[in-house]
């Protein structure tokens, strides 16, 4: 009899959160359309640090994610730039410069991953339900390295319902086909860089 008693009450508490999750409001900034960034060289995660920094934080001597493609040891940058317009439709800019000589004709391509939260679901009487949709990877665009130089420009779809709502951009995965390699990043500098 208590097992059935617990049971009920624990359909209960679920179908009340369900419900209360269901109607709440999405807390989410009133603007936020556009995402810029810049372009990084991705390096190996400090696994087993061999030294420290100046102020005592366990490091590793830096290894690039790809050895073979990377900017030249001058003025080498990347552009990334992403922006919505609406009902689901997206442009995509991506733009490398000065890349090293080893890069030329490679293939980089760009995927997205993606958490999206809003207006998706079915809700009640067959209005919009609020909800969060399964964590997606899906390809943006891509571009072939050609005088040192990669660049590309797209509009995109991303699937799944109403555009209301927000997108969290979780990762933008830079692969270069030819290596195999994520050598790219987003990314800021800090500071000047000395050549």
Do not use: W
Not at 21 to 31: F, I, M, R, V
Not at 44 to 52: A, Q
Not at 105 to 133: K, W, Y
Request: aromatic share 6%.
């Amino acid at each position: 009899m208590h097992r059935v008693i617990a049971a009920v009450g624990m359909f209960a508490v679920v179908t009340l959160a369900a419900t209360t999750a269901s109607a709440q409001l999405l807390n989410q900034p009133t603007k936020g359309k556009s995402f810029k960034s810049n372009i990084m060289m991705a390096y190996e995660e400090c696994t087993v640090p061999t030294t420290i920094t100046g102020t005592g934080v366990a490091a590793c001597v830096p290894v690039r994610a790809d050895t073979v493609c990377g900017f030249s040891e001058t003025k080498g940058q990347g552009k990334f730039q992403l922006k919505s317009g609406n009902t689901g439709n997206y442009t995509v800019r991506a733009k490398f410069n000065k890349l090293s000589p080893a890069c030329e004709g490679h293939q980089i391509n760009f995927d997205i991953l993606v958490r999206r939260s809003g207006e998706h679901c079915a809700g009640d009487l067959g209005s919009p339900g609020n909800c969060t949709m399964i964590d997606q990877t899906l390809p943006i665009t891509s571009c072939t390295v050609i005088n040192n130089s990669c660049k590309a420009s797209e509009h995109f779809f991303l699937d799944g319902g109403s555009e209301q709502g927000q997108n969290e951009i979780r990762e933008i995965i830079m692969t270069n086909t030819s290596t195999g390699k994520q050598g790219f990043y987003l990314g800021i500098v800090s500071g000047k860089i000395l050549r």
